[in-house]
C-alpha cells in the first residue's frame, strides 16, 4: 500500500457568489459611467480572495464581468455544487419617482434571507447585514423575507428560489446601501471600501460556517 501525501488543506466547504446583473446593470445616479452591476462584480471578486484564504471553496456566477447568466442558471449553480452558501450581491434603488426630493435621501442596507429555513437563516442574515451597516456607515433597514405572490413557502426572488428548489437552503440577498444615495454609492464605488466590505463579510461567513 502507498502512503498519499495529502499536502492540501480540507475545503470548508463551496461557497456560490452572484454577483448581481450585468456589467451596465443600474447606473449609479451620482457618477456617470459606474453601475451597480460592475460594483457587485468588483466586491464579489475580493470576496472570493478573503473566503479562498479562509479555507472556502468559491464559485462566481459570473467569471467575467461582461457574463450575465439568468437567474435561474445563478441560483441552481449552487445546489448542482453542493454549496454550503449561495450570497447573491446587490445595491438597492428606491421605488417612485426619482425626481422626487425624497428620491436620494433613501439609503442603508438590508438582506433578504430565504424563508426555507428561517430560524438559521434569520441568525446568519443578522450577523452580515450587521457587517454591513457597520462598515459602511449607513442606516439599518433590517433583515427581510419576501415570499413569491401565489406559493408562499418559496422566496420571491428568483436567484433565491432557484438556489433552494436546487438543494441549497442557505440563500441570502444582501442590498449593501443604495446606489442612489450620495454617501452610499461614494462608499460603493472606491474599491478600497468594497474591499473592507468583503473583509467583514468573510468575518461574518468564517464565524458561522
Ligand atoms: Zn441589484
Known amino acids: 500500500m502507498t502512503q498519499k501525501k495529502n499536502t492540501e488543506k480540507k475545503s470548508r466547504g463551496i461557497i456560490v457568489l452572484d454577483p448581481g446583473h450585468g456589467q451596465f446593470g443600474n ?4 457618477k456617470e459611467g459606474f ?29 467575467e ?4 447568466p439568468e437567474l435561474a442558471d445563478r441560483g441552481s449553480l449552487a445546489g448542482k455544487l453542493g454549496a454550503v452558501l449561495f450570497l447573491s450581491i446587490h445595491s ?8 422626487s426630493e425624497k428620491y436620494p435621501l433613501v439609503r442603508g442596507a438590508e438582506t433578504y434571507y430565504s424563508v426555507s429555513d428561517l430560524d438559521e437563516n434569520a441568525k446568519i442574515a443578522r450577523e452580515l447585514n450587521d ?35 436546487s438543494g441549497c437552503k442557505r ?14 454609492s461614494a462608499f460603493l464605488q472606491d474599491s478600497s471600501c468594497l474591499k473592507k466590505l468583503a473583509k467583514a463579510e468573510a468575518e461574518v461567513i468564517d464565524r458561522l460556517f
Open 131 to 165: 457587517a454591513v451597516v457597520k462598515t459602511m456607515g449607513t442606516s439599518d433597514r433590517g433583515i427581510k423575507t419576501r415570499r413569491y405572490p401565489g406559493d408562499e413557502s418559496v422566496d420571491y426572488y428568483g436567484v433565491m428560489r432557484a438556489a433552494v428548489a
Open 171 to 184: 440563500a441570502f440577498l444582501i442590498e449593501h446601501g443604495f446606489h442612489t444615495n450620495p454617501e452610499d
Open 27 to 30: 447606473p449609479h445616479t451620482t
Open 35 to 63: 453601475y451597480e452591476g460592475t460594483q457587485n462584480f468588483i466586491l464579489a471578486g475580493f470576496l472570493r480572495e478573503y473566503l479562498e484564504e479562509l479555507g472556502f471553496e468559491t464559485v462566481m456566477t459570473r467569471n
Open 92 to 99: 438597492n434603488a428606491p421605488g417612485g419617482d426619482p425626481k
Open 65 to 68: 464581468v461582461t457574463d450575465d
